[in-house]
């Protein structure tokens, strides 16, 4: 499975962005997404959660980004998207796109998919 990422920029504080993330199979049809998220990193600091949603659309987010960042997906399209607005220089990370508990024709993945990820840069 092959997550491809978009939207990463550099904005100043205060700013927006939308981060866009697509999933395909590189063989085989690419069935069901259990789980789909954006994770972030900021070396020195560890990957930590951003937001996820279930395909029953109930989304998760870090206590630092709610009220700020809104993750959204399209099944139909194994999509998702994460709008992130009101922006501080602590957002700024590489960006990745998630994808757990993946099912590609009859088969089941429980490990998840990364996408390479796409940067994220808030300037004071």
């Known amino acids: 499975v092959q997550l491809q990422a978009s939207g990463g920029g550099t904005v100043q504080a205060g700013g927006s962005l939308r981060l866009s993330c697509a999933a395909s199979a590189a063989s085989g049809r690419l069935r069901s997404i259990n789980v789909m998220g954006w994770y972030r990193q900021a070396p020195p600091k560890q990957r930590e959660l951003v937001a996820s949603?279930?395909?029953?659309?109930?989304?998760n987010y870090a206590d630092s980004v709610k009220g700020r960042f809104t993750i959204s997906r399209e099944n139909d399209n194994n999509t998702v998207a994460l709008q992130v607005n009101s922006l501080k220089p602590e957002d700024t990370a590489v960006y990745y796109c998630t994808a757990h508990q993946v099912v590609v024709d009859t088969n089941s993945y429980g490990l998840p998919f990364w996408g390479k990820g796409t940067q994220v840069t808030v300037s004071s």
């Open positions: 949603i279930g395909s029953g659309g109930s989304p």
